[in-house]
């Protein structure tokens, strides 16, 4: 089992910017993927950035150049620093493990963007 916490999320004004950090603990093994996905009222969940174990990250076209993810093997955590908030950032923001056929998710973590 791995238990994936957020963080972070809040209220901002759109152009404001944003840092949301996961901290994942239990069993992790193999070279495991950590991301950030997000899902608004009546839409699908939607990839924002993926990590790999050696750092190589993976954006969403609707952040890329606004959003930047990072990750911290020593404290277990990767981190979302998003720029430029646009009101359609709206979502609740789900951290992800992934290795195989395995997949963790965290509780969420809601983020408001007001125009």
């Known amino acids: 089992q791995v238990q994936l916490v957020e963080s972070g999320g809040a209220l901002v004004q759109a152009g404001g910017s944003l840092r949301l950090s996961c901290a994942a603990s239990?069993?992790?093994?193999?070279?495991?993927?950590m991301g950030w996905y997000r899902q608004a009222p009546g839409k699908q969940r939607e990839l924002v950035a993926t990590i790999t174990y050696g750092g190589t990250p993976t954006y969403g076209d609707s952040v890329k150049g606004r959003f930047t993810i990072s990750r911290d093997h020593v404290k277990n955590t990767v981190s979302l620093e998003m720029n430029s908030l646009k009101p359609e950032d709206t979502a609740v923001y789900y951290c992800n493990y992934h290795w195989g056929e395995i997949n963790y998710w965290g509780q969420g973590t809601q983020v408001t963007v007001s125009s």
């Open positions: 239990g069993n992790m093994f193999g070279f495991y993927i």
